[in-house]
């Protein structure tokens, strides 16, 4: 598997561990020997792998929890670490996501999350060729 699939792939076990609200595959994912950080819409910055999870077991154990998909995702792989870029579709709304991902142990590991607000895709005007830019 080339570098860039197996961090699409670490980005698609990511949501569906959301999706399926499964804590013990989201506390997997993330890496457990570098610095974390996340970055939850209209949240404070959090840092630190308790805080990180702690706000996952927050919302993964609500009811409340959005259903949510990833779209788009596109990876960029720096040595052993890896960006990932993608949209975040949810019943509310869509948000634009970054995920930042270190090579740790063998495996890509989640060291970042970041989702804000974003128009949805459908909003870009006809015939644009230019990536949608977020700043």
């Given amino acids: 598997m080339s570098r860039d699939a197996a961090v699409l792939f670490a980005n698609d076990a990511f949501y569906l561990a959301f999706a399926t609200r499964d804590m013990a595959a989201m506390d997997d994912i993330w890496a457990r020997r570098a610095a974390v950080s996340c970055l939850h819409p209209g949240w404070a910055p959090l840092t630190g792998r308790d805080a990180v999870m ?3 077991r927050g919302i993964l154990g609500s009811p409340d929890s959005p259903q949510i998909s990833c779209a788009n995702a596109q990876a960029t792989v720096i040595g052993d670490v890896a960006v990932v870029v993608c949209g975040e579709i949810l019943a509310q709304g869509t948000l634009a996501a970054t995920n930042v991902f270190a090579f740790e142990d063998g ?4 060291v970042h999350h970041h989702a804000a607000p974003a128009p949805p895709p459908e909003t870009a005007a006809a015939g644009d060729d230019a990536p949608p830019t977020l700043q």
């Avoid at 495996?107 to 989640?110: C, D, E």
């Fill in 54 to 56: 702690e706000s996952w």
């Fill in 107 to 110: 495996a890509w590991k989640m």
